[in-house]
């Protein structure tokens, strides 16, 4: 009765971070549904999806309406990614669980360093530009979208995360994206994957929907009143506070999945 409860305001944090700091914002769901809600790794990874998926749709529809969403290329990305997608979540049914938690506590450190570098490349640059256009496709930038469509399939599979901390300097280097088409382009990628996932696992059936609606319905709102915070304070320092707390996250599940394996 308490976790339904509680899910409530920490749907709406992950909703705000995710509006507010964009791609990696969700990364917080899967720790969120353990260690405060109780729910199993693997199945805390598959309500991960439907709350990071829904999430990322209702972003999507917000950033298209501001024209941040470039459709086409959003869409063949999410294709590529559909191979890793699958691995991903076969891959997560065969790994014991604390493994798979501290495989997570690294990777919320690599999100924590792309945010650091998010942030120190914003503060060096002004708002408005962006990567030269023009440079037309070559084999190595074709070679760039796929390895990185299906890095993203494999981490929205296996960790039931999003991804978007990879997503967005992928479509700036590979394909000349401003940096607010990236953010809004990788949503729809999320969104994609997310399903792709879902759909790999066999669906819905292992989901706690008394958990994870009320998380997802308030993420959904977050996510709108994020938006609204980050148009009234510095990203880089968003983003800064946003790595800080990915790192001590990423300790805190570290040492205990260490203590439960040894």
Sequence with gaps: MIAPLLAVPLGLLVGVTLGAVGGGGSILTV???????????????????VIVGLTAVTETMGHARAGRVRWVPGLVF?????????????????????VLLLAFAGLMLLAAAAMLRRSAQRRSMPTSARPAAGRGVTGKRILMVAVVGTVVGFLTGFFGVGGGFIVVPGLVLALDF?????????????????????GARGGVTAVDWHVVLPFAVTAMAGSMLGNRVAGRFSAPVLERIFAGLLMVLSGYVATRSILRLV
């Design 78 to 98: 999410g294709v590529i990614g559909v191979g890793g997608s699958v691995i991903g979540s076969r891959l997560n049914k065969l790994v014991e669980p604390n």
């Design 178 to 198: 401003g940096m607010a088409e990236a953010v809004g382009t990788s949503l729809l990628v999320i969104g994609l994957n997310s399903a792709i996932a879902l």
């Design 31 to 49: 720790p969120a549904l353990i260690y405060a809600l109780g729910e199993d790794p693997r199945n805390a990874t598959t309500g991960s999806l």
